[in-house]
């Protein structure tokens, strides 16, 4: 009996360790136990809303921690694919991590990691088991295990956008990368234009086989980011609203107005960058609002290198309305960050993550669209370029920050906030209304008279005027032409006050209204999307009739219906009608 009992415990055993040599999965795919958490020995301000925009050169990184610690990176960029060990940006921003986090060293826990597109200088330069040469950096230097050769920062959750997935072609249970003359077909494109090894290395990474060695501390915590499944939200403690409001160009049309962005279009034979996949987060701390968008673009333009740009951030500015912080798309890049996008976000301060480039980051044009709204400007390094993409030199007057990482830190649970940069700090007080000021009530202001057809070389523009007994300040406030048509919203500039009995006049280039057919000109606020129309009126003319006007009689009378040649811009109107 005893031997029999034995012999079958002997056999349990053997088929225990046979079937564990088949079934059960390698150390390397177990679950990996979190690293140090953000603990209040750090830098970090406690209760509040914190965001580190590191200095990763001409790249990308930021980290938001939460008022509880909890933490968001997103992006860890790098300015060479074949930098490796200490000579990395993942090196200097793992250093910084644990400093804010208080963690002596060693890996520390990241709750969330996003990575908004797929370029090098977003998020490095992955390492792949087939390479005869060594690589990693970035994210993937970052979130390696230690026994694989990374610094084994773990993660709860690691956000990609929806480029692609691998798929076995060979059925050798290997992600193959290939090289830049001879990519593998191991990609299964979803939604991309100009595509990259980067890219397949990063998707090899995330969606390669299970088990591999290298993916252990993410195995399991990637969430693709599809159009066809509800967007994330972030969860990063009490009182923060953190969303997902745009990713894989999904939602925008090509310049043809029919070919959509999202999609495969890696054959076409001008597809669109890279850039306009970018995923675009929202994120709240009571009345404080900031944006991040990667690398959207901001205008329909076809680059020199063979790929097009497209106007996600005319998305972008519904989808993120009035915040308080705007990260600049695309390193200030003029494609980026356009009037318009800078003009309805209205931001308090700008954020401009460039260093030394030829690429003319950041732009006269950018840097000019943060000054028209009152913004302040802070730089990862100044000089990036020199030299704009016109030949012109980039004024860098009146911005903040030479070299160095900018802390953002709310106070009063996001009533006010102050920004750390490397020459000092700089405080400020929350605003709620899209940049509009405190002054008088500019529900009661008219459009008073307006030019739809200059001659020559002038410009169209329309006359506001204030009918109250005391001044009014419109700042942040728009001047529109139809409802849901026509040109993009213009924003009054900020520390605009039309006093009491005045008028203000904003000049617009030509082609803003229309000469011929149905049209309206509008004074109205805009927040978070919503529009209210404060005065409206509308036209409709069979001809082009330059240099004339429509006008009210007297300032803030009856509108007169029939158009003018007798012009008073900026001055009191005509008391009669022609």
């Known amino acids: 009996m005893r031997r029999s009992r034995l012999l079958l415990l002997l056999i349990a055993g053997v088929m225990l360790t046979f079937t564990s040599l088949f079934v059960s999965p390698p150390a390397a795919h177990a679950a990996v136990a979190d690293a140090p958490h953000c603990s209040t020995n750090g830098t970090w301000r406690q209760g509040e809303f914190n965001i ?43 250093a910084q991590i644990r400093s804010i986090c208080g963690i002596a060293s060693g890996p520390v826990h990241l709750d969330y990691v996003m990575a908004s597109h797929h370029h090098l200088d977003h998020i490095g330069y992955a390492g792949n088991p087939n390479d005869t040469t060594a690589y990693g950096n970035g994210l993937y230097q970052l979130l390696t295990p230690t026994s694989s050769g990374g610094f084994g920062f773990t993660v709860g959750q690691l956000l990609d956008h929806d480029g692609g997935v691998w798929t076995d072609s060979n059925g050798d249970k290997d992600c193959d990368v290939g090289t830049s003359t001879a990519p593998s077909t191991e990609t299964a494109w979803h939604n991309v234009g100009t595509t990259s090894l980067t890219s397949k290395r990063w998707i090899c990474w995330l969606y390669g086989p299970a088990g591999q060695a290298d993916r252990a501390n993410i195995e399991g915590k990637v969430l693709r980011i599809t159009n066809d499944s509800p967007w994330p939200s972030v969860d990063l403690g009490t009182g923060v609203t953190s969303n997902v409001v745009e990713a894989n160009g999904k939602d925008v049309k090509q310049a043809d107005g029919v070919t959509p962005v999202s999609g495969d279009h890696d054959a076409d034979p001008t597809p669109p960058s890279e850039n306009d996949y970018s995923i675009g987060l929202r994120t709240t701390f009571g009345p404080f609002a900031y944006a991040t968008a990667g690398d959207s673009d901001g205008e329909y333009s076809t680059s020199a290198n063979g790929y097009t740009y497209n106007n996600i951030e005319q998305l972008l500015s519904q989808k993120m309305g009035t915040v308080n912080a705007l990260r600049a798309n695309h390193h200030g890049s003029s494609h980026s960050s356009s009037d318009a996008y800078v003009n309805s976000t209205h931001p308090q301060v700008g954020f401009i993550s460039c260093g030394s480039n030829s690429y003319g980051h950041p732009g006269n044009r950018t840097l000019n669209a943060f000054r028209a709204v009152g913004a302040d400007i802070y730089l990862a390094n100044n000089p990036c370029d020199t030299t704009d993409t016109d030949g012109t030199a980039i004024d860098y007057s009146g911005t903040y920050n030479h070299n160095g990482t900018v802390h953002l830190a709310t106070s009063g649970s996001g009533a006010q906030f102050t920004v750390d ?16 000021g405190g002054t008088g009530d500019p529900t009661k202001v008219q459009v008073n008279e307006f030019l739809m057809a200059p001659s020559g070389t002038g410009t169209e523009w329309v006359e506001l005027y204030n009918p109250t007994a005391g001044a009014v300040d419109v700042s942040g406030y728009y001047i529109d032409d139809v409802a849901a048509g026509g040109g993009a919203p213009r924003q009054i500039p900020a520390g605009t006050t039309i006093p009491a009995g005045g008028r203000w006049v904003m000049d617009i280039p030509s082609g803003f209204l229309n000469n011929t057919g149905s049209e309206s000109v509008r004074f109205l606020k805009i927040v978070s999307g919503v529009e ?43 008391a009669s009608c022609p």
């Open 52 to 94: 580190y925009w590191f200095d990763v050169e001409q790249g990308d990184s930021q980290l938001v921690v939460g008022p509880t610690g909890r933490t968001l990176l997103i992006d860890l960029g790098e300015t060479a694919f074949n930098s490796t060990g200490t000579n990395t940006n993942a090196t200097r921003v793992a």
């Open 421 to 436: 940069y490397d020459a000092g700090s700089r405080s400020y007080t929350t605003t709620t209304s899209g940049g509009g």
């Open 532 to 574: 209210t129309v404060y005065d409206t009126y509308s036209y409709s003319l069979g001809s082009t009739q330059y240099d004339k006007v429509f006008h009210r009689s007297g300032d803030g009378g009856a509108w007169c219906n029939t158009i003018s040649a007798n012009v008073t811009k900026g001055t009191a109107n005509p």
